[in-house]
């Protein structure tokens, strides 16, 4: 959520459309005083989110891109789903490798990339952390860096190729670690 409204600003400095610019800034700021109140910075206070609180972010997260995208013209759709990759990728590749495998759809599971990092970084949830946002910021910046110098139909054509390197990069790493 951070890392996605981080995006949106960035791309609003490149296309100097700042008119909702403070969106996503009190998105960032309110969800970085929840992660320092659970890293436990503060021993008496701790903020859980939960599935309610996750449902949420992605709804502001859906509700601010949509109010951009519809009220300002620089910004393309397909810059727009760049943004969203990782989470568009995570949501497919979890959803394709539960039905190539014979798991339930509507039930919870390990079987998603930031588990098997987690655990092939022996549960060190720093090094695991960094190594996920390192993976949605070179997605995400792979996706804007083609829109820019290839324009819209190869961002297109690279957005379903970079699914497919990540749907095979996560699948080993969900294997390596048995998280099925």
């Known amino acids: 959520f951070i890392n996605s409204n981080l995006f949106l ?8 459309a700042y008119k909702y610019i ?3 800034l009190i998105f960032i700021f309110s969800c970085l005083t929840a992660l320092v ?4 910075l503060f021993k008496s206070t701790k ?11 992605g709804y502001l997260l859906s509700m601010e891109l949509i109010l951009i ?12 789903a760049s943004i969203l990759s990782y989470n568009v990728y995570e949501f497919m590749s979890a959803n394709f490798h539960r039905v190539f ?28 952390l960094v190594a996920l946002l390192f993976i949605q910021t070179l997605i995400t910046f792979l996706n804007i860096f083609i829109y820019f110098y290839y324009g819209q139909l190869i961002t297109l054509f690279s957005y379903i190729v970079l699914f ?16 099925n």
């Open 9 to 16: 600003i960035i791309l609003m400095f490149t296309f100097d």
């Open 22 to 24: 403070n969106i996503p």
């Open 37 to 40: 109140l659970n890293f436990g």
């Open 47 to 57: 903020i859980f989110l939960g599935n309610g609180g996750s449902l949420i972010l």
């Open 69 to 80: 995208t519809k009220n300002s013209s620089e910004f393309h759709p397909i810059l727009i």
């Open 101 to 128: 495998n014979r798991i339930n759809l509507f039930k919870g599971g390990k079987d998603h990339l930031h588990y098997a990092i987690h655990f092939y970084f022996k549960n060190n949830i720093f090094i695991s």
């Open 164 to 179: 497919l390197i990540y749907f095979k990069l996560r699948n080993y790493f969900i294997n390596i670690n048995k998280l």
